[in-house]
């Protein structure tokens, strides 16, 4: 979460006001796709979005990085 604009403090700020605004019971709820979901649902699912593709964007540098420091040897022979 550290890596973005958004740090964990804004993270955490974000998820007070959803808590806050289910516990006085705002009724929030939504259906999508046929299943009833909750903001909170929402941010859970872009949380876990934005961290696989995080992860993935740091595979690919660390990759490249390691590719530089031993490249890979001829296959000629």
Avoid: C, H, Q, W
């Amino acid at each position: 979460i550290g890596y973005g604009y958004v740090g964990p403090t804004e993270m955490r700020l974000i998820l007070i006001g959803l808590n806050t605004a289910l516990a006085l019971g705002s009724g929030l709820g939504f259906k999508l796709v046929g299943l009833t979901m909750t903001p909170l649902d929402i941010v859970g699912l872009a949380i876990v979005g934005a961290m696989a593709l995080m992860l993935g964007g740091r595979s690919v540098m660390n990759l490249r990085a390691l590719a530089k420091m031993e490249p890979a040897a001829s296959r000629r022979g």
